[in-house]
């Protein structure tokens, strides 16, 4: 089987254009604040990534 490399920001992009232009200002001004912020030392909320468990059925 081949694996076809794609680009983070070519993948992301892909991810996202079908969404409506809110959720792209949304996500435009997110990305911005956390380019301001400085970074915390908390730990990364895995809550979206619990949210996706069982999601992908694959055969």
Do not use: H
Not at 7 to 15: A, G, Q, V, Y
Not at 18 to 28: A, M, Q
């Amino acid at each position: 089987m081949a694996t076809i490399a794609v680009d983070k920001t070519d993948w992301l992009m892909r991810l996202i254009a079908p969404t409506s232009n809110e959720v792209k200002l949304s996500l435009i001004n997110q990305l911005s604040e956390s380019l301001v912020k400085r970074p915390s030392k908390s730990k990364v909320d895995m809550s979206f990534f619990d949210g996706l468990t069982g999601a992908w059925i694959d055969e």
